[in-house]
């Protein structure tokens, strides 16, 4: 058992993340497994899911003539545009059946204003509108955080380096993330993480 100071943030591990899914990402269901068996180390237990209405604008669907992996510029920023995925209350938002969601102590959802995404469990795409989590864990006694979960270059990155800029000591357990890698996202958010003083194990 870890000190209770430390948390897991179990990042998206979702169907439609997983093979077979609307966003699949490779290789999404490898880290199943081996993630139920490191939850029960921590005392501390966070769980995100991404969570959409069905016309979000991070959508290509909700854009005419815009195709899936495109990008556009939103008010608050570039913004790639997904496949529809991870819908309100869908099979595909679901978290992966075998996912032991048992010893989850919090689930942050997030996504779920059409205007806006939320990549971050911590911040939306703004970079300043909270989700919340930053308090749940400062009134838990946190002050170190441990990422898995998927993706590796989106959501992981993005809570992990917003996790690093609140103050946090972040680890991300790379063996237990997987990578959607478009355009090199991959290796930029390695990167920027590693920027941050992000350890990536
Ligand atoms: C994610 C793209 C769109 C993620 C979520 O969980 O990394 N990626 N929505
Ligand atoms: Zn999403």
Redesign the pocket.
Known sequence: MRPANQAILV??V?ND?CPGGA?A?EGGDEIVAPINALIPEFAVRVFTQ?W?PGDHS?FASQHAGAEPYSMIDMPYGPQ?L?PD??IIGSQGAAFHSDLDTRGADMIIRK?FRREI?S?SAFFENDHTTPTGLEGYLRSRGVDAVTLV???T????NFSAVDAAKLGFRVTVVESLCRA?DLDGSLAAARNGMAAEGVTLA
């Open positions: 990042i998206d979702q993340f966003l990402v991404d959409h991070s790639v997904w995925h991870c996504g995404d990549y979960g998927l993706a270059d989106f959501c992981v959607i």
